[in-house]
């Protein structure tokens, strides 16, 4: 018997826990000539904002040792032209779509783009990205736990759609921020997104991305996430879609093990475009050889006892 894969959150009936990040998928319609998109749990978005943004100066992305800095700075076609442009495409592929969605430095434009999006039929869940570490602010709004409660709960007063929180891992304790969303109404959370780093081309002595400093995604920033998905997982009853550095089925199943319910799919997809049809399967494999007959079985089912 095939294990079951399906997963619940908030009013999202996903067919499978796999995931694609936001920002490293772009629409969707990128990636169709890889994949048969439907095979996927859910598509996240890039993020989008009320008005239209052409992002950050170049250079914007660069490698570094086990993972990339980048820094897009949220560049996207504002909620208008998304609409028009990007929804119609969505909407052909038979998948739940999820909504990234942000605002630079005023939380009403958060409210006006989620209060809009509610409307729309095909829209199933948002995920507000409170985290990005590539825009010039002082503060981030996931960097403070009232922050992150007065602004989710006045996005859950404009929608009944599922609403997922996206925190971000430049703090000292996530455990609180993920507190704040849940008691503001979050369905539930999504973590990590990048860390801020630098690098620098010692010959020029200049940066490597013209705004100094970026997020850092890959490999390198799993065992980090692993171990924010699993804090979060003990203080938390909303569900956690975990994210960072996931490669391959190996690294994806760590993830469930810590407490996450679903998982996305970041940078790997840059490399290797099939990466996520790919973990599906071993994901099935791996449940199958160990006799689970569900993924609930599997999330938090981490043996740490001496
Ligand atoms: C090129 C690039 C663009 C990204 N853009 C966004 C974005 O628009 N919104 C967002 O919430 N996260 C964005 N992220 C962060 C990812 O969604 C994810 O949280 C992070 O990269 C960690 O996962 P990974 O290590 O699997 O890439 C971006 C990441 C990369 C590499």
Not at 52 to 73: F, H, K, V, Y
Not at 147 to 167: A, D, E, F, G, H
């Amino acid at each position: 018997m095939q294990p079951n894969l399906s997963v619940t959150i908030g009013k999202l009936k996903l067919k499978n826990p796999i995931l694609v990040a936001s920002g490293t998928f772009g629409y969707g319609e990128e990636f169709k000539d890889f994949l048969d998109l439907s095979k996927l749990g859910a598509i996240v978005t890039k993020t989008i904002t009320l008005n239209p943004r052409q992002g950050n100066p170049a250079p914007r992305t660069c490698e570094t040792p086990a993972g990339m800095l980048n820094s897009i700075g949220l560049e996207n076609p504002g909620l208008e032209a998304f609409i028009a442009e990007k929804l119609p495409i969505l909407k052909k592929i038979d998948v739940p779509i999820i909504i990234s969605i942000a605002s630079l430095d005023n939380p009403e434009e958060f409210i006006a783009v989620a209060r809009h999006l509610d409307k729309v039929k095909e829209v199933q869940a948002l995920e507000l990205n409170i985290s990005c570490p590539n825009i010039q602010h002082t503060r981030l709004i996931s960097q403070d736990p009232k922050s992150t409660y007065n602004l989710v709960s006045r996005v859950r007063k404009v929608t009944r759609k599922t609403l997922i929180t996206k925190l971000s891992p430049n703090v000292t304790d996530i455990t609180e921020i993920a507190k704040a969303a849940q008691a503001a109404g979050s369905d539930a959370v999504s973590l990590i997104n990048t860390l801020t780093g630098m690098s620098i081309d010692t010959e020029t002595k200049r940066p490597k991305i013209a705004t100094l400093t970026a997020g850092l995604s890959g490999p390198a920033i799993r065992p980090l996430a692993v171990r924010m998905v699993w804090e979060v997982y003990q203080k938390i009853k909303i569900p956690i879609i975990g994210m960072g550095g996931i490669m391959d089925t190996s690294s994806a199943l760590e993830f469930f093990i810590v407490g996450a319910t679903a998982i996305s799919v970041g940078t790997a997809n840059f490399i290797n475009p099939k990466v996520t049809v790919e973990i599906i399967d071993g994901l099935k494999k791996y449940l199958l050889r160990n006799k689970i007959n569900s993924i609930y079985k599997l999330i938090g089912s981490l043996e740490c006892k001496k």
